[in-house]
């Protein structure tokens, strides 16, 4: 079976310090998810 059709389980972390900073600048800090989709021909 091809892997790159297997789900993949990816996990991402910014320090809550980070947040904080942009925050107390007025920002909004959102989670942003993507997808990287590689096809080798």
Do not use: W
């Amino acid at each position: 079976m091809d892997n790159s059709l297997q789900p993949h389980n990816y996990s991402s972390y910014i320090a809550a310090s980070y947040v904080k900073f942009y925050e107390s600048a007025g920002a909004r800090v959102v989670p942003v998810l993507y997808v990287v989709v590689v096809v080798l021909v």
